[in-house]
T-cell receptor, first 111, second 114 residues
Framework: GDSVTQMEGPVTLSEEAFLTINCTYT??????LFWYVQYPGEGLQLLLK?????DKGSNKGFEATYRKETTSFHLEKGSVQVSDSAVYFC??????????FGAGTTVTVRA | SAVISQKPSRDICQRGTSLTIQCQVD?????MFWYRQQPGQSLTLIAT?????????ESGFVIDKFPISRPNLTFSTLTVSNLSPEDSSIYLC???????????FGPGTRLTVL
């Protein structure tokens, strides 16, 4: 079935460091891909999305490119801040509406 | 974009009781969903709340334990019945719009069962 695999955390970085969170997927057809973020004590927020191959989603300095050839959707940010400390979830929607989530990656940014 | 809210934001309940969680969207939406997030885990879909008909439950979730109502296009409730400590989780609702496969989430309800 459809699934998402994320790199395991936790990830600890210093402020202004480069962040990459790897995400690969397995799906039939052409799913839409998402990154959601969960700040401490809060619900999920949509961070960015991409709906077709080679699309790049971006928001708040984060980027991810839909790579069909490598079935990947890695999240990157060039210079993280303490406020980026959160849990990041990669997710996909195949042909229907059901979201499949990865396990989540906890990111801690130290000042 | 639509705003989604949940009540209560958190609760502590005794074993054997029930908790009803309300989810409100400030505009009409096509699809509403309920998820469970167990401590330190990812999200698992409980059910799709269908307006005017019975909810569609995912494998492992049953109506007797998680009754859901959706009386209109802006509101839904999830009841977690006969609570046990294993039900301690965050419960989140979400909505999707017609023709779009993006879901937007509420702030969640943090349930602790003693």
């Amino acid at each position: 079935g459809d699934s998402v695999t994320q790199m395991e955390g936790p990830v600890t970085l210093s402020e202004e460091a480069f962040l990459t969170i790897n995400c690969t997927y397995t799906a039939t057809g052409y799913p839409s891909l998402f990154w959601y973020v969960q700040y401490p004590g809060e619900g999920l927020q949509l961070l960015l999305k991409a709906t077709k191959a080679d699309d790049k989603g971006s928001n708040k300095g984060f980027e991810a490119t839909y790579r069909k050839e490598t079935t990947s959707f890695h999240l990157e940010k060039g210079s993280v801040q303490v406020s980026d400390s959160a849990v990041y979830f990669c997710a996909l929607v195949p042909n229907d509406y059901k979201l499949s989530f990865g396990a989540g990656t906890t990111v801690t940014v130290r000042a | 974009s639509a705003v989604i809210s949940q009540k209560p934001s958190r609760d502590i309940c005794q074993r054997g009781t029930s908790l009803t969680i309300q989810c409100q969207v400030d505009s009409q939406v096509t699809m509403m969903f309920w998820y469970r997030q167990q401590p330190g885990q990812s999200l698992t879909l409980i059910a799709t709340a269908n307006q005017g008909s019975e909810a569609t439950y995912e494998s492992g979730f049953v109506i007797d334990k998680f009754p859901i109502s959706r009386p209109n296009l802006t509101f839904s409730t999830l009841t977690v019945s006969n609570l046990s400590p294993e039900d301690s989780s965050i419960y989140l609702c979400s909505f999707g719009l017609a023709g779009m496969n993006t879901q937007y989430f509420g702030p969640g309800t943090r349930l602790t069962v003693l």
